[in-house]
């Protein structure tokens, strides 16, 4: 079936530092692939999509690229602010079961000045 | 204001009580959407709706039901609640046209206590 896997939390980094999240999915037709953000307190908001192999996704300094031969959508940001504290999702979906959402169980970073 | 809403915000109820979790949207999509969040296993699809007369279960439906009152309504029951109910959930939208492109837009969510 398809499912999303995302590297575990907690994750905190010093402001500034690199950051990469690990996101890998299995999937059962040719998905879209997505990271969302999810702030304290708040609902989840879409961060940056990618629908085709060797796509780059970028929103907010946030980057990640589908990289098919390894079924692999890795976020990175090269410089993270206190401001990115948040929980992150890698998700899927493929068009033809219906526009079903796969979530991963979420990465949370905290940032620290 | 917002897109996506969710009322009530927040609800501590007993273990055996009927409550109704609900959710209206103004962006005019076709499609709505329950998941439930839970710490350490992401967010969990609950039922979805494709239109009015479209009802679909999800991944952990069991113990839940919906009602699509409308385009714009989608309403979440739990018939009798029970403690292992207790999570945050939220209600999503998408827009029925754009097909791979699809964003899931999310209301701020409902956090549910049984007792």
């Known amino acids: 079936g398809d499912s999303v896997t995302q590297m575990e939390g907690p994750v905190t980094l010093s402001e500034e530092a690199f950051l990469t999240i690990n996101c890998t999915y299995t999937?059962?037709?040719?998905?879209?692939l997505f990271w969302y953000v999810q702030y304290p307190g708040e609902g989840l908001q879409l961060l940056l999509k990618?629908?085709?192999?060797?796509d780059k996704g970028s929103n907010k300094g946030f980057e990640a690229t589908y990289r098919k031969e390894t079924t692999s959508f890795h976020l990175e940001k090269g410089s993270v602010q206190v401001s990115d504290s948040a929980v992150y999702f890698c998700?899927?979906?493929?068009?033809?079961?219906?526009?079903?959402?796969?979530f991963g169980t979420g990465t949370s970073l905290t940032v620290i000045p | 204001d917002a897109d996506v809403t969710q009322t009530p915000r927040n609800r501590i109820t007993k273990t055996g009580k009927r409550i109704m979790l609900e959710c209206s949207q103004t962006?005019?999509?076709?499609?709505m959407y329950w998941y439930r969040q839970d710490p350490g296993l992401g967010l969990r699809l609950i039922y979805y709706?494709?239109?009015?007369?479209?009802?679909n279960k999800g991944e952990i439906s069991d113990g839940y039901s919906v009602s699509r009152q409308a385009q714009a309504k989608f309403s979440l029951s739990l018939e009798s609640a029970i403690p292992n109910q207790t999570a945050l959930y939220f209600c999503?939208?998408?827009?029925f046209g754009t097909g791979l492109n699809n964003e899931q837009f999310f209301g701020p969510g409902t956090r549910l206590t049984v007792l």
């Open positions: 999503a939208t998408s827009d």
């Open positions: 999937a059962t037709g040719y998905p879209s």
């Open positions: 990618a629908t085709k192999a060797d």
């Open positions: 998700a899927l979906v493929v068009l033809n079961t219906g526009n079903q959402f796969y």
């Open positions: 962006k005019g999509h076709d499609r």
């Open positions: 709706s494709f239109d009015v007369k479209d009802i």
